[in-house]
Each structure stands twice: as C-alpha cells, then as structure tokens.
T-cell receptor, first 112, second 116 residues
Framework: AQSVTQLDSQVPVFEEAPVELRCNYSSSVSVYLFWYVQYPNQGLQLLLKYLSGSTLVKGINGFEAEFNKSQTSFHLRKPSVHISDTAEYFCAVRSSSYKLIFGSGTRLLVRP | EPEVTQTPSHQVTQMGQEVILRCVPISNHLYFYWYRQILGQKVEFLVSFYNNEISEKSEIFDDQFSVERPDGSNFTLKIRSTKLEDSAMYFC??????????????FGEGSRLTVL
C-alpha cells in the first residue's frame, strides 16, 4: 500500500531564506506524486506534480521538487521564501485506484 | 477559471442531527471525491464516486455516511446522526478522468462542520 511521510510538522524560516520541505513515500507501483498548499481558511491548491519524465518538477509560486527514486523522496524547495508562503504544505501520492493519499502536512512559517 | 464549489462554508449542528454537505464539481468532470481533515491532522480519503456509484470507500466511510448525485451538477455527502468526532473540514474534489495526464484532483474550499 502507498503511504507518505512528512517528517517535519513545522518549518520556521526567515523571509528570503531558502527552504526545503521533506517528503518520503512508499509505493510498490508506478509513482505519481503531488504537492498541495493550503493557505489559512482556504482549500487545497496544487503546487506541482510528478507523473513521469524529468525528475525536477517546477510548480507555481517559484516552488520546485525533485523526484528521487533511490531515496523514495519528493522534497519541495524554494530558493527564497516570502511572508505570503506561510501555509500548510501537503505531499500526496496517487494510489493504484487513483485516490490521493496525503502526508500529515508541514506548516511553513515565514518570519520577517 | 472553473472551480469546485462547496456549501455551506461552515455548519454548526447538534450531536445526533443529520447534515448534508453540498458540492458542485467542475462541469465536465466525471470522478468525484470526498475527503476530510480533522483540525490539525492530515487530509483523509472518504469516498470516490463515478458513474453514479461508489467506486471506493475508506474505513471511515461507514453506514453513517452516504453520497449522492441527485442531479447533473450536485454531489452531496450526508452524515446521519452526527457525532462529536465528525467535526472536521470536509473537502470535495473532482477530476476529469483517471488517466495519467488528466487525473488531477481539483479541490473545493471545504465545508467546516462543527458538532456540539
């Protein structure tokens, strides 16, 4: 069965600093991975996705993620964060039945 | 830009009451989902729906829950006899298809249910 682990429940970072949010997955089938962002009191918005092809995936708002099959990871990165990036970030893997399985989320807290 | 819409945005109910959460998926989408997020916890899959029937449901989705597509546009989640632990944010999602390139899920803004 597929699963996703986000080890960091909260990541504090100063504005304009780089950030990496970690995601590790477990899957015995072809892997399709996603990062969603949830701003306060809002729904889930797709940041980026890996379906196939290049292992470096670029998404919205300057975020990117790298699929690493040997390390079963799909870490999310941004070279310089803004206050407006403060949000909850969820990594997800698509199951063989096409539903999404989410990690527990990482709260990114950007400080001035 | 087409979007998934959910109503109500927030509902407060008494324990034991029935609640219906409504969703209007994106018009050309064929697959529909409900997820829930208990405060501070992960987003959990409840049920998926296609061709007017449930295609998959989780252990959470017991006899207390039901889904329906009463007309061509709405997709509802009914919770009978609500319990305190049903308090959560409920997200509706839809996708055009389930293929590799078209299986992206689009989520609504959520309906927050508070059971007192």
């Amino acid at each position: 069965a597929q699963s996703v682990t986000q080890l960091d429940s909260q990541v504090p970072v100063f504005e304009e600093a780089p950030v990496e949010l970690r995601c590790n997955y477990s899957s015995s089938v072809s892997v399709y991975l996603f990062w969603y962002v949830q701003y306060p009191n809002q729904g889930l918005q797709l940041l980026l996705k890996y379906l196939s092809g290049s292992t470096l995936v670029k998404g919205i708002n300057g975020f990117e993620a790298e699929f690493n099959k040997s390390q079963t990871s799909f870490h999310l990165r941004k070279p310089s964060v803004h206050i407006s990036d403060t949000a909850e970030y969820f990594c997800a893997v698509r199951s063989s039945s096409y539903k999404l399985i989410f990690g527990s989320g990482t709260r990114l807290l950007v400080r001035p | 830009e087409p979007e998934v819409t959910q109503t109500p945005s927030h509902q407060v109910t008494q324990m034991g009451q029935e609640v219906i959460l409504r969703c209007v998926p994106i018009s050309n989408h064929l697959y529909f989902y409900w997820y829930r997020q208990i405060l501070g916890q992960k987003v959990e899959f409840l049920v998926s729906f296609y061709n007017n029937e449930i295609s998959e449901k989780s252990e959470i989705f017991d006899d207390q829950f039901s889904v329906e597509r009463p007309d061509g546009s709405n997709f509802t989640l009914k919770i009978r006899s609500t319990k305190l632990e049903d308090s959560a944010m409920y997200f509706c999602a839809s996708s055009e298809a389930q293929g590799i390139g078209t299986g992206e899920l689009f989520f609504g803004e959520g309906s927050r249910l508070t059971v007192l």
